[in-house]
């Protein structure tokens, strides 16, 4: 069981785009076509369905599509970072995030990488605002 | 059903650089504005309307142009499509020549962006790329790095982007860089996002261009009508305009579907099919960007163009000369002006008056910009300018 949060506990940074316990991102999947969105849209891409969009929780095991080392950035983000497409298998979804757990020049094409939640930002009542990457060397 | 052409009367610009505080928006606008009403021998009371991009410019940037220009008390209006706002401004003007609602107006794109932006640009701050990390130039480099992988490709291959950008752009005067580049210089510059160095990277810039657009009551109230108007005076047939879709699945990262479209809306607009295509003003804002978007316009083939980049076929005397200007790397990338500044070197290109960087027997060309990104799709604003003189 998990502990129950209290308001001020860590929450995600953005209504709705994960879940917390167990740690997974929040897609939309098409009931008509199959197909699944991240972040989760209130239509189809695939098919333009409006109706019959579940609420569905990602795969967190991922792989990296391509990937770079961003060295200069503007001003209030610190370089360097790994920066990758991440594919998910299980779902035929790819999306855009950080890549942990690794020194830059050992990341390569198609690693596997696990989803990780990890604080964006601090919310005015001084909890945690969780967001996510993906770390690798811990794909089951 | 098609639309009209417009005419272009004239075009002009101020060089592209890096420029003090006291060089404004305004300043350059009016300077760009000037010189486009001189190419064609305009008085400014014959402009009924303005239509000016820009992105980092704030609010009215227009009519505060049209204040200092002398434009006051025109219709003004501000078209923002991130780097595709010059172009998207072209577009506005082009429709509204066509609807009969005008005769002669002024397109102006312009920028001013090294007082206010500093190490890149970056999507909107509300989108959920942002909140990751993301800059224009990592998704370039993802791009890059899967281009690699998928076609077999060099770095160096799409370094030769740059060198032969940098090449053309010595014989532009409006260029921010007009000096020639090696391979060398290229792969040996600062990582930006690798696999890409600073070459492979536009610079910030500032600049304005300006094109007076007109209907043929147009070009008669300018004393241009007499011309035999398919010749000397060259003509925007249709400017293409999408937006990018949102993507599902894990398919081609370098599909660049949104460029396919966007060439389809080109060729049915104008009635100009790809193989008509003498020369073409590409978004080359990162090197490996005017590869991957000239194959999805279907001109170049699907995975070759980084090998016809260094083979020399999109240079100036090749097969299909790409960006005879310096293109975005070289002649500088003041994000609204450069859809402009495209449409003014289509200009020069088909008046057979671009000098040293001519390409012989120019007879119909196409401008193509890309701007912005949001999350999830494959692209934010993409337009496409076809002219025939």
């Given at each position: 069981m998990p502990p129950t949060e209290s308001p001020s506990g860590p929450r995600p940074f953005r209504e709705g785009l994960l879940r917390l316990e167990p740690p997974a991102l929040l897609g939309s999947r098409c009931t008509a076509c199959g197909a699944t969105a991240f972040p989760p849209r209130?239509?189809?891409?695939?098919?333009?369905?409006?109706?019959?969009l579940a609420e569905s929780a990602l795969s967190a095991e991922g792989r990296v599509h391509s990937f770079t080392v961003v060295r200069q950035a503007p001003p209030g983000i610190e370089v360097p970072y790994v920066l990758g497409w991440i594919d998910l298998p299980a779902d035929d979804v790819r999306l855009m995030a950080r890549v942990v757990g690794v020194a830059p020049e050992q990341v390569e094409l198609d690693m596997p990488v696990r989803l990780e939640l990890t604080p964006f930002d601090t919310a005015g009542d001084g909890a945690d605002l969780l967001g996510y990457h993906f770390r690798a060397g811990v794909a089951a | 059903m098609s639309l009209a052409p417009a005419h272009v009367a004239g075009v002009g610009m101020v060089r592209f650089g890096k420029y003090p505080a006291d060089v404004t928006l305004e300043r350059m606008a009016v300077g760009a504005a000037r010189e486009a009403l001189a190419d064609a021998g305009a008085p400014l009371t014959a402009v009924d309307a303005l239509y000016v991009g820009h992105v980092f410019g704030g609010p009215v940037a227009g009519q505060r142009v049209a204040a200092q220009l002398g434009l006051d008390g025109a219709p003004v209006s501000n078209h923002e499509n991130y780097c595709a706002s010059g172009a998207t401004a072209v577009r506005e003007a082009w429709v509204a020549l066509a609807a009969g609602l005008h005769d002669v107006v002024l397109v102006i794109g312009v920028e001013k962006m090294t007082d206010r932006i500093s190490g890149g640009v970056r999507p909107d701050p509300g989108d959920l790329d942002a909140s990751v990390g993301f800059v224009m130039a990592a998704g370039h480099a993802m791009s890059a790095r899967r281009y690699m992988a998928d076609h077999g490709a060099t770095r160096a291959q799409i370094a030769a982007v740059a060198v032969k950008n940098h090449a053309h752009s010595v014989h532009n005067p409006y260029a921010q860089y007009q000096k020639p580049i090696t391979l060398e210089q290229v792969l040996a510059a600062r990582q930006i996002a690798e696999p890409l160095g600073l070459l492979d990277c536009s610079p910030i810039s500032d600049g304005a261009a300006a094109v007076l657009l007109c209907s043929p009551a147009g070009l008669r109230r300018l004393g241009?009508?007499?011309?035999?108007v398919g010749g000397a005076v060259p003509r925007v047939l249709g400017v293409g305009l999408v937006s990018g879709s949102v993507l599902t699945g894990t398919g081609d990262l370098n599909a660049e579907d949104v460029s396919r479209r966007a060439g389809e809306e080109a060729w049915k607009l104008s009635g100009v099919g790809p193989d008509e295509i003498d020369l073409v003003e590409m978004h080359d804002c990162f090197t490996i960007a005017e590869i991957v978007r000239m194959e999805g316009l279907g001109l170049v083939p699907h995975g070759q163009g980084a090998a016809w980049t260094a083979a020399g076929h999109t240079s100036i005397g090749g097969r299909l000369p790409v960006n005879p200007s310096g293109g975005l790397l070289s002649r500088g990338h003041p994000v609204g002006a450069t859809g402009a500044a495209q449409v003014c070197e289509l200009t020069w290109q088909l008046r057979g008056a671009a000098g040293a960087r001519q390409v012989e027997g120019a007879r119909t060309g196409l401008a193509y910009c890309k701007g912005g990104t949001v999350n999830g799709t494959d692209g934010g604003s993409v337009t496409t300018v076809v002219m025939a003189r």
């Open positions: 209130e239509f189809c891409p695939a098919c333009r369905a409006t109706d019959g | 241009l009508g007499g011309r035999d």
